[in-house]
């Protein structure tokens, strides 16, 4: 903290009220104040009060001060509690006598956190109101709040969630969707006989998706330990051993790059079903986010934050990735491509290519390209390569693709659902595969990871399994970019924030 002679006025000035009031014997932060209701039970108690009635009742009632007139002998306030409630308090002269008045005059500001109490009456103008015997200060606030004319930036409400949360009522109804929505998809889950479990945030070996991990150090075990890039390996286990439907809402970390979709800490909903495949799974996701949209929303028809209405309803379209791609580039393109060809369709796109890119990455690259921006309505894309999808099934019918499919919603996918390789030696020869990529400079590849394996060779059912970011559904459900949908995204810290 700078020194308070270099402070900011408005930062000065508070600091001084909280040194007076604790040089007259007050209490700036008392560790309790009354409180008898809370302003939407006065609300909901007194909601069909006439005009200019005084109801004889006393209540003690506590709120930030959000606005604050004074005048001669009667002041007026409105308090805020945190579900976005507000009231009126009125302070006269003849109720609560000159030195409180005075007190609330010069002491409280707006952001304070105060306690009133008095009688419940309706105003002259029908406003319900708590007109004040006394009051006490619950919290000063050292910092103003900023002011309507300047509202605060979107960096600034990512960086202060805190202070965006007293502000912006939006980002208090954002704040609360979420966990509508996760117990939407728990009560989803349930009814259809899933089993909820928990699994390893540290692992000894990152697997589950392509992604570069985190990496730690345990003390205790004088080891390197990976941060989790995906459950899917340990939730595999669960299924090999009998628990046949499981799912996990889990945290993951991804140390990669952050953006609009991206986020290197996120949650993620991923669940595997024993004698489902990628139809199933497909299902599935369609019937969880049509449930979590009617949950929150009421309708299949979501209507997002700029007024734009999205229909998550009936069935969703199918398309295969390599029909896209031939689409788009105007020739042939399948899954026995060879690399040669998709590096010289790139080429023409306008895409560099990695020397180090594997065929499959290259094909995914153009896709992303050429179609991935025109999905807007709900799009199960199926059929990716399967040099990418070391965990899935070939495709029963068609060579050189997996059975995986990329939901895509409002042009950024969603989920991803598979049918599942169970054969452990083939599950081997594509694990053995990616430490090499890995050992040749791929920061993305998994390891071998001998313990799953062993997993695996017990005898894995078929099944289906899928993966959904948590955070990318509230953006299909709102519109808003991640970091609006993360209460707390990760933001590089700035130097001299004040």
Same mark, same amino acid.
């Given at each position: 903290?700078?020194?308070?002679?270099?402070?900011?006025?408005?930062?000065?000035?508070?600091?001084e009220?909280?040194?007076?009031?604790?040089k007259?014997g007050?209490? $700036?932060?008392?560790?309790?104040?009354p409180?008898t209701?809370?302003?939407?039970?006065?609300?909901?108690?007194h909601?069909?009060?006439?005009?200019?009635v005084? +109801? =004889?009742?006393?209540e003690?009632?506590?709120?930030?001060?959000?606005?604050?007139?004074?005048t001669?002998?009667?002041c007026?306030a409105?308090?805020?509690e945190?579900? =976005?409630?507000?009231?009126?308090?009125?302070?006269?002269?003849?109720?609560?006598?000159e030195a409180?008045?005075e007190?609330?005059?010069?002491?409280? &500001? *707006?952001g304070?956190?105060?306690?009133?109490?008095?009688?419940?009456?309706?105003?002259?103008?029908?406003?319900? #109101?708590v007109? !004040?015997?006394s009051?006490v200060?619950?919290?000063k606030?050292?910092?103003?709040? $900023?002011?309507?004319?300047?509202?605060?930036?979107?960096?600034?409400?990512?960086?202060?969630?805190y202070?965006?949360?007293?502000?912006r009522?939006?980002?208090?109804?954002?704040?609360?969707?979420?966990p509508?929505?996760?117990?939407?998809l728990?009560?989803?889950?349930?009814?259809?006989g899933?089993?909820e479990?928990e699994t390893?945030?540290?692992?000894?070996?990152?697997?589950g !998706?392509?992604?570069? $991990?985190?990496?730690?150090?345990?003390?205790?075990?004088?080891?390197?330990?990976?941060?989790?890039?995906?459950?899917?390996?340990?939730?595999?286990?669960?299924?090999?051993?009998?628990? &046949?439907? %499981?799912?996990e809402?889990?945290?993951?970390?991804?140390?990669?790059?952050?953006d609009?979709?991206?986020?290197?800490?996120?949650?993620?909903i991923?669940?595997?079903?024993?004698?489902?495949? @990628?139809?199933?799974?497909?299902?599935?996701?369609?019937?969880?986010?049509?449930?979590?949209?009617?949950?929150?929303?009421?309708?299949?028809? %979501?209507?997002?934050?700029?007024?734009?209405e999205?229909?998550l309803? =009936?069935?969703?379209?199918?398309?295969?990735?390599?029909?896209?791609?031939s689409?788009?580039v105007?020739?042939k393109?399948d899954?026995?491509?060879?690399k040669?060809?998709?590096?010289?369709?790139a080429?023409?796109?306008?895409?560099?290519?990695? $020397?180090? @890119?594997? +065929?499959?990455?290259?094909?995914?690259?153009i896709?992303?390209?050429?179609?991935?921006?025109? /999905?807007?309505?709900?799009?199960f894309?199926?059929?990716?390569?399967?040099?990418? #999808?070391?965990?899935?099934r070939?495709h029963?019918d068609?060579?050189g693709?997996?059975?995986? @499919?990329?939901?895509?919603?409002?042009g950024?996918?969603? !989920?991803?659902g598979?049918s599942? *390789?169970?054969?452990?030696?083939?599950?081997?020869?594509?694990?053995?595969?990616?430490?090499?990529?890995?050992?040749?400079?791929?920061?993305?590849?998994?390891?071998?990871?001998?313990?799953?394996?062993?997993?695996?060779?017990?005898?894995?059912?078929?099944?289906g399994?899928?993966?959904?970011?948590?955070?990318?559904?509230?953006?299909a459900?709102?519109?808003?970019?991640?970091?609006?949908?993360? /209460?707390?995204?990760?933001?590089?810290?700035?130097?001299? &924030?004040?």
């Open positions: 903290m700078a020194n308070e002679d270099d402070l900011p006025e408005q930062l000065r000035i508070r600091r009220k909280r040194a007076a009031i604790i007259r007050g209490e $700036p932060y008392p560790v309790s104040v409180r209701a809370s302003l939407l039970e006065i609300r909901t108690k909601k069909e009060l006439p005009i200019d005084a +109801t =004889g009742i006393i003690s009632v506590t709120g930030r001060v959000i606005f604050k007139r004074d001669g002998k009667l007026f409105n308090l805020r945190g579900d =976005g409630t507000e009231l009126q308090v009125m302070f006269s002269l003849d109720k609560i006598g409180q008045l007190t609330w005059k010069s002491e409280i &500001d *707006l304070d956190i105060v306690s009133v109490t008095g009688e419940v009456i309706t105003s002259k103008r029908g406003e319900l #109101s007109l !004040a015997n009051f200060l619950a919290a606030s050292l910092r103003p709040l $900023p002011v309507e004319h300047k509202p605060l930036s979107e960096e600034s409400r990512v960086r202060m969630r202070v965006d949360l007293i502000v009522p939006e980002a208090r109804s954002n704040a609360r969707l979420r509508a929505v996760m117990r939407s728990r009560e989803s889950f349930t009814s259809r899933f089993l479990v390893p945030m540290l692992q000894v070996m990152h697997g !998706a392509a992604a570069r $991990p985190f990496k730690t150090f345990s003390n205790a075990y004088e080891m390197d330990l990976f941060l989790r890039i995906a459950p899917e390996l340990y939730l595999k286990r669960c299924v090999v051993g009998g628990l &046949d439907k %499981v799912f809402i889990n945290r993951n970390f991804r140390n990669e790059g952050a609009s979709s991206h986020s290197p800490e996120f949650a993620m991923e669940t595997y079903e024993a004698y489902g495949d @990628w139809n199933t799974m497909a299902e599935l996701t369609r019937s969880l986010v049509q449930d979590a949209a009617k949950s929150v929303f009421g309708s299949h028809k %979501v209507k997002h934050h700029d007024g734009k999205l229909d309803g =009936g069935k969703w379209k199918e398309v295969s990735l390599f029909d896209v791609i689409e788009a105007g020739e393109v899954g026995l491509t060879p040669s060809e998709l590096t010289k369709i080429t023409k796109k306008g895409i560099k290519v990695d $020397p180090k @890119w594997i +065929t499959g990455t290259i094909a995914e690259e896709f992303e390209h050429v179609a991935k921006e025109k /999905l807007i309505a709900p799009t894309v199926k059929g990716f390569p399967i040099d990418t #999808s070391p965990l899935v070939a029963r068609t060579a693709i997996a059975e995986k @499919w990329d939901l895509y919603v409002e950024f996918e969603l !989920a991803t598979y599942e *390789l169970i054969d452990p030696v083939i599950q081997r020869e594509r694990l053995t595969q990616q430490a090499t990529l890995g050992a040749s400079g791929d920061l993305e590849a998994m390891g071998l990871d001998e313990d799953f394996l062993k997993a695996m060779e017990y005898a894995m059912p078929p099944m399994g899928m993966g959904m970011g948590v955070d990318r559904l509230l953006m459900l709102t519109g808003l970019g991640i970091r609006e949908t993360i /209460l707390f995204p990760l933001v590089k810290p700035t130097a001299g &924030d004040e």
